[in-house]
């Protein structure tokens, strides 16, 4: 497939840097005090000579394959505000990160438009949103780790990595957090983490490095999609401890690469035993890169990308190819 030029806004850092590792070229409208989706190559991330910042002033001047709408503000205000009208008229693709937030099963899409492709990044969030005729794909997650970083675990600790979890509350799992650490020793990262008492921010290229250390990693969310900081966290080698709900229960498996359950007890038991077991924690440690090497990879993250791409540059072609 010839590289593709490719409109779309910063809306999720370490998913645009994924997505990125393609051979596509990506074009990021930047305005000035860079508000929300026009940050463009922020810093944290190496961004590749495919990726390139371009004023939101000159959009409309520049010539695209096809349009990536990454949130609603984009869909709804952003491209009326940008583009021109045949711009508009682009193969289209809507990238939704999250589950519906409204009402979880009834909630209708923003898009819905027989000539957009609509994709979710879970076989949940698909399963939850109804999209009505919109068309729709899962395009699961794919995440790179750098080379030479591998789990040891030898930090009698477990570790959490949520943005913003104090003012996020309930849905991000804050009282879960909580009441967790009250008994077991856990070090928080993120963004706002030290309104918790945590450790921070991590530059996203330094997570993994420190993520290893730790003997497990706790995702203690209640309801969001699959979090890239698991699928980071798995691919280094990390136990995975989580609530059993949304698309956590098909990609952690009780005994194998961690442990999940809707008990936070039964969770607190499982923490425990790893922290007393070091040779059981390296068991898990290996089913869990098994899975996110099978699950995450770069390369079928970027050939359903790929794929998804052609789908609407091509419609015909991509139906006569499969």
């Known amino acids: 497939m010839k590289p593709l030029r490719i409109l779309t806004w910063h809306i999720h850092g370490s998913y645009l840097h994924y997505l990125t590792q393609s051979h596509h070229h990506f074009y990021l409208p930047v305005k000035p005090e860079r508000p929300e989706g026009y940050g463009g190559r922020l810093g944290g991330f190496p961004w590749s000579d ?21 949130s609603r503000k984009n869909y709804l205000e952003d491209q009326y505000e940008i583009l021109s009208e045949s711009q508009r008229r682009l193969p289209r693709v809507y990238l939704e990160h999250d589950p519906p937030r409204e009402q979880p099963t009834d909630t209708r899409h923003v898009v ?32 790179m780790i750098p080379d030479g970083v591998r789990y040891t675990g030898e930090l009698e600790r ?17 009282d879960v ?33 420190f993520a290893s250390r730790y003997r497990f990693f ?74 996110a090497q099978k699950r995450f990879n770069i390369q079928r993250f ?3 990308w790929d794929e998804a791409f052609q789908s609407v540059i091509s419609p015909l072609s991509s139906v006569l190819s499969k």
């Open 50 to 70: 495919n990726v390139h910042d371009v004023p939101a002033e000159e959009v409309r001047n520049l010539k695209f394959d096809c349009i990536l709408f990454q």
């Open 218 to 291: 706790f995702n203690p969310i209640r309801y969001t999609s699959l979090g890239l900081a698991v699928c980071e966290a798995m691919m280094v080698g990390l136990p995975i401890i989580g609530l059993a709900t949304t698309e956590m229960v098909t990609v952690v498996e009780n005994g194998v690469s961690g442990y999940v359950d809707t008990d936070i007890e039964n969770l607190i038991s499982k923490m425990r035993q790893l922290l007393n077991d070091q040779t059981h924690a390296q068991k898990l440690s290996q089913g869990a890169i098994a899975t």
């Open 302 to 304: 970027c050939q359903d």
């Open 112 to 143: 819905d438009d027989p000539n957009v492709l609509l994709v979710h990044v879970t076989h949940f969030n698909q399963l939850m949103w109804d999209s009505g005729r919109t068309p729709t794909r899962v395009i699961e997650h794919g995440v």
């Open 177 to 209: 957090f909580e009441r967790v650490r009250q008994e077991i020793p856990l070090d928080l990262v993120g963004m706002g983490a030290e309104k918790l008492d945590g450790l921070g921010e991590i530059p996203h290229h330094q997570l993994p490095a």
């Open 158 to 174: 477990g570790l959490v990595v949520v943005n913003g979890l104090r003012s996020r509350g309930r849905r991000l799992g804050a």
